[in-house]
C-alpha cells in the first residue's frame, strides 16, 4: 500500500510535465519503423546501361514505389487514396513512370528518378468498364507517341510530355469493349479491337495524331466470346468462346475480320473448362486446361498446335525481346522445397536460356507472379533476373542461382495484431554481456554525461549513439525484467503469421498457415482474427504460449471456418482443425482451463454457439457458468443490436455436446429512416482498472462506472452516411448511446444536431472519447462522455462510513439497475483522423493518453486531461493544483508530442497498446503499409531511471563530497592544533 | 522543353515569395466541378526542402480523394460536386489549416475558401501553413546554472553553505546560547536510543 501511495505521489509530482517529447538523438533507441509497399501487381524495370538500376512497381495496397534493384531498397514511393487503385504502371519518354488509377480516370505522371508527381489527368468516364494503359513502346524523344487509355467507355489519347488529352473517342453508345489496342512501330495508326455485347468483334483504325476513325469493321460471332483475350501478334488475337471450349483466332488487319475456331478437344485430350492465362507471348498462347498448363503455338494463318504442357503450379512471365529478334519468357514453378526458374525462347522451346533452382523458404507458399529482365553480361551473353512474388506476399529478386534481395511485403497487409511474452531467461543462457571493464563502463558514462551537457564533439555524439543502440542487449530472445522485450504477433492478409521482436522489430519466426483439409475448396484459408489462447503464468510454466488463428475457406461469412494454433516461442503450427461451421462472431471468455487455455465461443450463421477447446473440462467449466454467458450482435445494416443468452445444448440438432442454442434476451432497433449505425465499439476485456474512486478538487468523491458490459454505438442520419459535402448540417445529425450488454438498457444518448461521420472512438475505464465532423462549424471535433455510479455516491459522508451504513461491501450485479450519471464536453479537433487507440498499463495506475492516428498519417499522443469534462475557463486554485487545465474551445496539437516524430505511418490502419511490466511504460504498434513501434511512458518514467540518467555525475558528486569532507576535516584538523597551540 | 521549363519553375517558386496570384479556377459540367489551389511553402534554407514538397498530400473530405502537387505547387480535385467541402494539407514539418471550400452550383462552380482554425477567408485558394513543426525537443546548451538547479548542484550547494556559512554563524553567535545549545543537544541524542 505504502509504495502504492508513494507512485501516486510521485505521479502527481511528474503530472506536471504534460507532452510526450523526444530529443533527437534518442531516435531509434525505443522505436523502429519499416517501410513497405504491399504486394506487387505490376513491376517494370528500368535498366540503361549507365545509372540506377531500379524497378517501377505498383501494389495492391495503392502504392507506386520505384525499388533500387541491387538492394531492395525504396527509392521513393507514393501511397495513393484508398479508392485510388492503380490499374496500370508504366514508363514513358523513359523519363516519366506513368500510373493509370481509379477505374481508369486519373492519369499521373512521376519523375521517374525522385517521385516527383510532373502532371495529373482526370479523364472523362462514363460508365463501369476494365480499364486499360496503353503506352508505346520504344520511343525516341523527339516523336510523340500519345499514351492510349480506355476506361469508363471512352478512349483517350494523352500527350507523355505535359499530360494534355490530345483526343478522346466515346464508345459509349455502342456499348464497345475495348479489348487490345496496338500500335504497331513506326505507323501512325493504331488498332484497336474490342467487344459488342461479348458477340461481335469490332476493330477500328484510328489515326493516332488526330483521333479520326480511318476505318471501322465488325463482324458477328455467333457463339459469342468470354473473358480472357491473348495477342499474340500485331495481327491476331485469341480469345475464348462462351462455352470455354473453342479457341477463336481473330485475324484483323488489312482486308477485314476473320475467324478461325479450333476445339481444344482437339488440341489436347480430356479438355474441360479452359482459361487462357495473362502472359503476353509472341505468336504464342497459354491455356490452362484441366490443371495444366499448355503452350499453343499461333501459325502463320492462325493455326493452332500445342508446343509444351506443363504442370499447373507454374507462374510465367511476359515475354521479352533479347537479342537476335528473338523472345524469352520465364517460368518458374516448384518441386519439394526447390522453385526451379526456366527461361526458354519463345519460339523454340527446348532453347534454355537459364535454368537455374534455388531453395526456398516452405513458407513463402507457391510462386505467384513472375516479373523477368535481361542484361547483358561480360561475355556478352544474355543473363536474366527475376522478380518474383510469392503467395505470402514477398517480393524476392532472383539472379545467377539466389536470392539477391527480399522484402517481406506481406506485412505491409496486417490485418490483426496481438502481443505475446518471450521465454523466460533459464540457467545457462549466457546473460547480457556487461561493459568489459569498470574503465570501460566509466568511459561510456562519461561520454553519456557530455553528451547530456552539450559538450560532446560530433565523433562523441556518434560514439554515443552506436553505444545506446548496441546497449542493454534489447534485440534479445528472453524475457526481461521490465517487460520491454515483447514479440508482437500480426497475422497478414495472405494467411501468414509474422512474430516481430519489439527491440529491433526483426521477424523471429512467421508461419504461413496451412489448411487442414487438403481439399480444392480451401487450398489456403484466409485469416480472420487472431487471440491469445494459452498464456501460462501459474499452473502450466512448461507449456509454451500459444495464439488461435480463426479463419476461414473463402470470403463469404457462411464459408466453413478453420481453426489453427501457433506456438508463439517456436513458430510451429501446433494444430489446426476444420471445424465444419462457420464463423460470425469468436468471444473470448474470462475462464482457463488448468494447463491455462482460454475457452472460446464462436457463433455461426444458425444462431447456435460452439464451445472452444473441446475437452470435457472446458465443459464443467462452461456448465458451471452456463447461466451467466450473455452475447450480442450487431446488425448495422438494419439497425438492430439483439442481445442473447444461453438456452440449453443443442444436443436435438446434433450429437455435438459442445454446441449450444441461444435465446433472444432483448432487441434495440433503431428507426431506419433516421438512423444509421457507422460504428460500435466496447471496452478492452483485458483493461485494468486501478481504482474506481475519483477525489475531486474540494475533496468529493465519484465512483467510476466501470463494467464491461457497455457498448458504445454511433448512429447518423442515413443521408449523414455519405462523404463530408453531400449533406447540408439540416439534414444529418448523429447519435450515441451507451448501452448495457446484457439488460439492453440504453444508459445513455446523447445527440449532435448538425453533425455526420465518420466516427472514430476509443472506450476506456468510465469514459468514451469520439472524434466526428460538425458541419455547422466546418470543423472536427471530439467529445469525452464519462460516466459515473450514482448509486454509490452518497458514500461519501464519513459518519456513515463509521457506522457502517454504506454499501460498498454490496456485490456488484450485472443486472441491477444502475443509476448512472454522465458528463460530457467537446473541443474542436484540427485533423482528419483514421484511428485512435488510448495506452494501457499494467496496473492502471498511470494516466493514459489518447493516441490519435492522423489523416496525415502521424500518430498524436494527447494527455487525457485534455479531454476531461471536469475542465473550465477558469479552474480554481485547487482545481489547478490537481491538474486541471483550462478549458479551451480546440484541443492542441503539440509537434514534439507526435511519437511518430518525423516519420509517417503510411497507410495507417490500426494502433494497438499493451502493457509493459513496468507500470509506467507501454508498448505502442502501428500498422498500415508501414509499421511502427514505439515505448511510451505517459506519465514519464517515474518507477525507473531513464537511459540518460548520468551515473557518472553521481559518482562524481560522490567522489567530490567524499574529497570535500576530508579536506574539511583535515582543516578542521590543522585549526584545531593550531588553536590548542596558542 | 516543357520539362526544363517546369524545373527552372520549381527554383523560381521556392526563391520568390511574392508571386503573381491567380484565382481559384473551377471549371466543370453537368454539376460536377474542379477545384484548383496552389500549397506554397516559405523558402528555407533546410536541406532536402525539395524531397519534402514531393511528400506533400491534399485530402478532400477526410480521405475521400488524395492528390499530390506539381512541381509549381498545383493540385487539383477533379469531379467534386457542388456543396461545402474541407480541404488539408499533410507536409511533414509543417501544420496547414484545414480550410472549407464552398463550391457554388448557381455561380458554375466559383469557389469560396475559408481557413477553419483562423476563420480567415481566402481571396484565392492558395495554402500557406500556420506554423512549422519541430518534432523533437532542442537540447538545452549547457550553462551553470542547470548544472546548479539539478539534485547533485543543490547538495552541492548545501555542502559549501554548511561549509562555509555555519562556521561563519557559528562565530557570530553568542557564547553563552552555544553553551545553551550544547547542553540541549545531548539531551536530544540521549532521545535517540530510546526510541530506537
Not at chain 1, 489547478?880 to 497507410?907: A, C, F, M, N, R
Request: hydrophobic content about 40%; some cysteine; charged content about 20%.
Amino acid at each position: 500500500m505504502a509504495i502504492r501511495v508513494f507512485l501516486l505521489l510521485l505521479l502527481f509530482l511528474s503530472s506536471a510535465i504534460v507532452s510526450f517529447s523526444l530529443y533527437e538523438d534518442q531516435v531509434g533507441l525505443m522505436d523502429w519503423h519499416q517501410r513497405y509497399i504491399g504486394k506487387v501487381k505490376h513491376a517494370v524495370f528500368h535498366t540503361q546501361k549507365t545509372g540506377r538500376k531500379r524497378v517501377i512497381v505498383s501494389t495492391e495496397e495503392n502504392v507506386v514505389a520505384s525499388l533500387d534493384l541491387r538492394l531492395g531498397e525504396i527509392f521513393w514511393r507514393h501511397v495513393l487514396g484508398t479508392k485510388d487503385a492503380i490499374d496500370g504502371v508504366d514508363i514513358a519518354l523513359g523519363k516519366y513512370v506513368i500510373t493509370l488509377s481509379s477505374e481508369g480516370s486519373t492519369l499521373r505522371a512521376w519523375n521517374l528518378p525522385d517521385g516527383q508527381m510532373v502532371w495529373e489527368t482526370s479523364l472523362h468516364n462514363a460508365q463501369q468498364s476494365k480499364s486499360l494503359l496503353s503506352v508505346p513502346i520504344n520511343l525516341k524523344v523527339d516523336k510523340d507517341y500519345p499514351i492510349l487509355v480506355f476506361g469508363g467507355g471512352y478512349l483517350h489519347a494523352v500527350s507523355a510530355v505535359d499530360g494534355e488529352v490530345l483526343w478522346k473517342k466515346d464508345f459509349t453508345a455502342e456499348g464497345f469493349e475495348v479489348q487490345r489496342v496496338l500500335q504497331p512501330p513506326g505507323s501512325s495508326i493504331i488498332y484497336v479491337l474490342g467487344f459488342v455485347n461479348s458477340a461481335e468483334a469490332v476493330v477500328y483504325q484510328i489515326d493516332s495524331k488526330t483521333g479520326e476513325v480511318a476505318s471501322q469493321k465488325s463482324m458477328e460471332f455467333p457463339g459469342g466470346f468470354s473473358g480472357g483475350i491473348s495477342s499474340v501478334s500485331n495481327d491476331k488475337v485469341v480469345v475464348l468462346d462462351s462455352t470455354r471450349s473453342i479457341l477463336v483466332t481473330i485475324s484483323f488487319l488489312d482486308g477485314g475480320i476473320s475467324f478461325q475456331k479450333t476445339r481444344i478437344s482437339d488440341l489436347v485430350e480430356d479438355s474441360g473448362n479452359a482459361e487462357i492465362l495473362l502472359p503476353l507471348l509472341t505468336n504464342m498462347l497459354a491455356v490452362k486446361v484441366n490443371k495444366r498448363t499448355i503452350f499453343v503455338r499461333v501459325g502463320g494463318e492462325g493455326k493452332l498446335e500445342v508446343v509444351d504442357s506443363l504442370s499447373d503450379e507454374t507462374a510465367m512471365s511476359d515475354s521479352l525481346p533479347v537479342a537476335d529478334d528473338q523472345e524469352a519468357f520465364a517460368s518458374v514453378h516448384h518441386e519439394g522445397s526447390k522453385i526451379h526458374l526456366m527461361v526458354k525462347l519463345v519460339n523454340d522451346l527446348d532453347t534454355v536460356l537459364l535454368k537455374e533452382s534455388i531453395q526456398m523458404d516452405q513458407h513463402r507458399g507457391r510462386v505467384s507472379k513472375v516479373f523477368v529482365n535481361n542484361y547483358i553480361r561480360t561475355d556478352r551473353s544474355n543473363g536474366f533476373r527475376a522478380l518474383i512474388v510469392m503467395e505470402d506476399h514477398s517480393l524476392l529478386l532472383l539472379q545467377q542461382g539466389a536470392i539477391v534481395w527480399r522484402r517481406e511485403e506481406g506485412l505491409a497487409s496486417v490485418t490483426d495484431v496481438t502481443t505475446a511474452e518471450l521465454p523466460v531467461e533459464k540457467d545457462g543462457v549466457s546473460v547480457a554481456e556487461v561493459e568489459h571493464t569498470l574503465v570501460d563502463w566509466l568511459k561510456g558514462h562519461v561520454l553519456k554525461l557530455k553528451g547530456s551537457l552539450l559538450l560532446a564533439s560530433p565523433e562523441d555524439v556518434v560514439a554515443i549513439q552506436d553505444m545506446r543502440l548496441k546497449s542493454s542487449g534489447r534485440s534479445k530472445l528472453t524475457r526481461d525484467h521490465n517487460g520491454f522485450r515483447k514479440l508482437i504477433i500480426a497475422l497478414t492478409r495472405a494467411g501468414k503469421l509474422f512474430a516481430l521482436h519489439t527491440g529491433d522489430g526483426r521477424i523471429v519466426w512467421s508461419v504461413l498457415l496451412n489448411s487442414p483439409s487438403k481439399s480444392e475448396a480451401c487450398e489456403r484459408p484466409s485469416g480472420i482474427s487472431l487471440y491469445q489462447w494459452q498464456v501460462p503464468h501459474h499452473h502450466a510454466m512448461d507449456e509454451n504460449p500459444s495464439v488461435l488463428v480463426v479463419g476461414r475457406c473463402g470470403v463469404d461469412s457462411s464459408a466453413p471456418g478453420v481453426l489453427s494454433f501457433v506456438d508463439v516461442y517456436t513458430g510451429k503450427e501446433i494444430s489446426s482443425s476444420d471445424i465444419g461451421h462457420s464463423v460470425v462472431q469468436v468471444m473470448p471468455l474470462p475462464f482457463t482451463d488448468a494447463t491455462e487455455q482460454r475457452l472460446h465461443l464462436i457463433a455461426d450463421t444458425n444462431g447456435h454457439v460452439h464451445l472452444y477447446p473441446k475437452t470435457s473440462e472446458a465443459l464443467s467449466i462452461f456448465q458451471r457458468e452456463f447461466e451467466n454467458v450473455y452475447w450480442y450482435t450487431v446488425e448495422a445494416d438494419d439497425g438492430i443490436i439483439r442481445g442473447h443468452a444461453m438456452k440449453s445444448s443443442c444436443s436435438g440438432e446434433t450429437a455435438d455436446e459442445y454446441c449450444f442454442t441461444t435465446r433472444e434476451l432483448w432487441t434495440v432497433v433503431f428507426p431506419s429512416e433516421s438512423e444509421k449505425i457507422i460504428s460500435t465499439l466496447t471496452r478492452k476485456p483485458n483493461e485494468v482498472v486501478h481504482t474506481q474512486a475519483k477525489v475531486n478538487s474540494d475533496q468529493d468523491l465519484l465512483y467510476k462506472y466501470v463494467s464491461k458490459n457497455l457498448l458504445f454505438v454511433a448512429t447518423v442520419s442515413p443521408k449523414g452516411a455519405g462523404e463530408i459535402g453531400s449533406v447540408t448540417p439540416e439534414e444529418s445529425a448523429l447519435v450515441v448511446y451507451l448501452i448495457d450488454t446484457i439488460t439492453g438498457r440504453i444508459l445513455h444518448r446523447l445527440s449532435h444536431q448538425g453533425c455526420q461521420g465518420p466516427v472514430h472512438a476509443v472506450f476506456s475505464e468510465n469514459w468514451v472519447v469520439y472524434h466526428y465532423f460538425n458541419l455547422r462549424a466546418h470543423k472536427y471535433e471530439v467529445t469525452v462522455v464519462e460516466i459515473y455510479d450514482q448509486s454509490r455516491a452518497e458514500n461519501k459522508n464519513v459518519w456513515k462510513l463509521v457506522l457502517g451504513k454504506h454499501n460498498l461491501t454490496a456485490p456488484i450485479s450485472s443486472y441491477s439497475r444502475p443509476e448512472v450519471f454522465t458528463k460530457s464536453q467537446s473541443y474542436f479537433f484540427a485533423q482528419s483522423v483514421k484511428t485512435i487507440a488510448v495506452t494501457s498499463t499494467a496496473k492502471g495506475i498511470t494516466s493514459k493518453q489518447l493516441l490519435i492516428g492522423t489523416i496525415g498519417d502521424q500518430i498524436l499522443a494527447l494527455d487525457k486531461r485534455f479531454v476531461d469534462p471536469r475542465r473550465t475557463l477558469n479552474p480554481s486554485q485547487a482545481e489547478k493544483e490537481e491538474g486541471i487545465i483550462p478549458l479551451t474551445d480546440s484541443l492542441p496539437i503539440i509537434p514534439q508530442s507526435y511519437i511518430t516524430h518525423s516519420h509517417k505511418v503510411e497507410g495507417l490502419r490500426g494502433i494497438i497498446t499493451a502493457p509493459a511490466k513496468l507500470e509506467s511504460t507501454t508498448h505502442v504498434f502501428a500498422y498500415g503499409v508501414d509499421l511502427f513501434y514505439t515505448r511510451l511512458a505517459p506519465s514519464k518514467t517515474y518507477d525507473s531511471l531513464t537511459d540518460d540518467f548520468s551515473y557518472a555525475l553521481l559518482l562524481i558528486t560522490i567522489v567530490a563530497l567524499v574529497a570535500a569532507i576530508y579536506i574539511t576535516w583535515v582543516l578542521s584538523e590543522k585549526k584545531e592544533l593550531s588553536e590548542k597551540w596558542r | 522543353m516543357a520539362p526544363i521549363l517546369r524545373s527552372t519553375s520549381l527554383l523560381a517558386f521556392l526563391s520568390l515569395f511574392f508571386f503573381a496570384s491567380i484565382l481559384p479556377i473551377s471549371s466543370g459540367s453537368d454539376d460536377s466541378y474542379t477545384i484548383t489551389g496552389r500549397v506554397r511553402i516559405p523558402a528555407s534554407t533546410a536541406i532536402g526542402h525539395a524531397a519534402k514538397f514531393s511528400n506533400i498530400k491534399v485530402v478532400l473530405n477526410g480521405g475521400q480523394s488524395t492528390t499530390f502537387l506539381r512541381p509549381d505547387g498545383y493540385f487539383t480535385f477533379h469531379k467534386v460536386p457542388a456543396g461545402t467541402h474541407l480541404i488539408e494539407v499533410y507536409a511533414l514539418g509543417y501544420f496547414f489549416s484545414p480550410v472549407r471550400v464552398d463550391v457554388s452550383a448557381r455561380h458554375r462552380g466559383k469557389v469560396q475558401a475559408t481557413l477553419t482554425e483562423t476563420r480567415r477567408s481566402l481571396t484565392e485558394l492558395v495554402l500557406e501553413p500556420l506554423r512549422a513543426e519541430q518534432y523533437y525537443e532542442m537540447r538545452e546548451p549547457f550553462n551553470v546554472m542547470s548544472i546548479v538547479k539539478s539534485p547533485m548542484g543543490l547538495m552541492m550547494g548545501f555542502m559549501l553553505i554548511v561549509m562555509f556559512v555555519m562556521p561563519k554563524m557559528m562565530e557570530n553567535m553568542d557564547p553563552e546560547e552555544m553553551n545553551r545549545a550544547r547542553e540541549d543537544m545531548p539531551s536530544l541524542s540521549s532521545l535517540l536510543p530510546a526510541s530506537r
